[in-house]
């Protein structure tokens, strides 16, 4: 059974930090991509980081370029989204999903088509 399960949400208060994991299962780890995608209240799930265990591209979307940082520990089966600086508008549930795809560039207010998601982790930036 494909299992993806996030972890490590929460309410931070701005410029705080916060680690997402996420603990893969069911599926061939070290072959695919994995991507953190976030929606926010009223808007469209935007895909703002993706690592490729393949061959090790990674790539984030520009707002959060220099403040997070995707990582993956193929020992454990599990991907890690470290968020720094956080920000008000860094409020959203965030999901993690895998494909057999590449890791490619990313842009504002897309996300690419994934096989596996996982249920979502509710981050809560305060002013």
């Known amino acids: 059974e494909v299992q993806l399960q996030a972890s490590g949400g929460g309410l931070v208060q701005a410029g705080g930090s916060l680690r997402l994991s996420c603990a893969a299962s069911g599926f061939s780890f070290d072959d695919y991509t994995f991507g953190w995608i976030r929606q926010a209240p009223g808007k469209a799930r935007e895909e703002i980081a993706c690592?490729?265990?393949?061959?090790?591209?990674?790539h984030y979307v520009d707002s959060v370029e220099g403040r997070f940082t995707i990582s993956s520990d193929n020992a454990k089966n599990t991907v890690y989204l470290q968020m720094n600086n956080l920000k008000p508008e860094d409020t959203a549930v965030y999901y993690c999903?895998?494909?057999?795809?590449?890791?490619?560039?990313?842009?504002?207010?897309?996300?690419?088509?994934?096989?596996?998601w996982g249920k979502g982790t509710l981050v809560t930036v305060s002013s």
């Open positions: 999903a895998a494909s057999d795809s590449l890791c490619l560039p990313l842009r504002t207010g897309m996300y690419y088509g994934m096989h596996h």
């Open positions: 690592i490729s265990n393949s061959d090790g591209t990674i």
